[in-house]
């Protein structure tokens, strides 16, 4: 599967943005998905994560409340919304799928997904 994230720009603190994860090459009902981001001089962490069916979400306590993970199947493509923003948010966002993954299941770790997007940046500005 061929993953292409969008919707990443420069905002206002306080402002939205919503991310998408579009798929391609296979349907990404077949993967569970995860969003990560990467700040400038920091390490990859997780950001939010989606089982195959869509029932369960995770979220890093930093963006809980705030963001919000969805799936579209028929569309193929999986979202972020991103209420809130605020200037630690900035980071470049990248979106992943797993293989083989159960239909209720939430994966944690980078390490785990096949897949990644090539990332968009996100600027949150004062």
């Known amino acids: 599967v061929q993953l292409q994230a969008s919707g990443g720009g420069l905002v206002q603190a306080g402002g939205s943005l919503r991310l998408s994860c579009a798929a391609s090459?296979?349907?990404?009902?077949?993967?569970?998905m995860g969003w990560f981001r990467q700040a400038p001089g920091k390490e990859r962490e997780s950001v939010a994560f989606?089982?195959?069916?869509?029932?369960?979400?995770y979220y890093t306590d930093s963006v809980k409340g705030r963001f919000t993970i969805s799936r579209d199947n028929a569309k193929n493509t999986v979202y972020l919304q991103m209420n809130s923003l605020k200037l630690e948010d900035t980071a470049v966002y990248y979106c992943?799928?797993?293989?083989?993954?159960?239909?209720?299941?939430?994966?944690?770790?980078?390490?785990?997904?096949?897949?990644w997007g090539q990332g968009t940046l996100v600027t949150v500005s004062s």
């Open positions: 989606i089982s195959r069916s869509g029932g369960n979400t």
């Open positions: 090459g296979r349907t990404v009902s077949s993967y569970s």
């Open positions: 992943a799928a797993k293989a083989n993954s159960i239909s209720s299941g939430i994966y944690y770790g980078a390490s785990q997904y096949n897949y």
